[in-house]
């Protein structure tokens, strides 16, 4: 995968009916889309599987040859500046068009995702272009965060481990949170107020009800 790709598709998972849509034909379990780039009289190939791994070529339709200067960061020239503006504008407009962003991966993170959603009626928001992996939850009401969730580093938990985990922080009372914390599964709330937020781990170790009761607490104590 070329860095240009890695880039536009991080985060993104394939929706394959969307894929149907833009005019990918499916074959076996790849999808596939041919572009034809009559002002350079190149061939565009992009191939898409279901575990959303993405890949593209770029042939000259003469020699039928792949063409790769223009990934070349150091290639220079209006062909070579002008087809890779052309080949990154097309792979934003797919990714854009038939993917759905996912920045979280562990089935509890999605599962408590999809609980706030039914019940709150409330949407992840990412606020800050230099963290995509952390979003916020509000109430719809006041406004106020009742929740962060993000993909963390457990080193930057106090761990002696550089292991990405996703988490989630909550208010939660002083008392509480002195009870549980055991630097394990539970820390004091991160990049939050530590006397009143606790960071619950969604790697699987805590029980997914006891996470959703404290979800709920802390939607209440954010009124």
């Known amino acids: 995968m ?42 565009l190939t992009v191939c898409v599987n279901k575990q959303s791994e993405i890949s593209a070529e770029i042939n000259d339709l003469e020699t039928k040859e792949p063409y790769t200067l223009f990934l070349s960061e150091s290639a220079v020239g209006a062909f070579v500046g002008n087809l890779r503006m052309e080949y990154e504008a097309i792979l934003m407009d797919i990714a854009c068009k038939c993917f759905d962003k996912e920045i979280f991966k562990r089935d509890y993170t999605k599962r408590l995702i999809s609980y706030i959603r039914e019940f709150y009626g409330g949407e992840l928001e990412f606020l800050w272009d230099k963290f995509p992996d952390i979003a916020v939850v509000r109430r719809k009401d006041n406004r106020k965060w009742y929740g ?75 009124h």
Not at 20 to 34: A, C, P, R, S, T
Request: charged share 30%.
């Open 148 to 222: 962060v969730i993000f993909a963390i580093s457990k080193c930057k938990l106090g761990c002696d481990c550089d292991e990405i985990i996703e988490a989630i922080d909550l208010r939660m009372v002083a008392e509480d949170i002195e009870m549980l914390v055991d630097n394990q599964k539970y820390f004091k709330g991160y990049h939050m107020n530590k006397k009143h937020w606790i960071t619950i781990s969604l790697e699987g170790d805590v029980p997914f009800e006891e996470i959703v009761k404290r979800t709920n607490e802390s939607y209440n104590m954010a």
């Open 2 to 43: 070329d860095n240009l790709i890695e880039k536009i598709f991080k985060f993104k998972k394939v929706n394959t009916k969307e894929l149907l849509k833009y005019g990918f034909v499916e074959e076996g379990n790849k999808f596939y889309f041919h572009k034809n780039l009559t002002d350079f009289n190149m061939l």
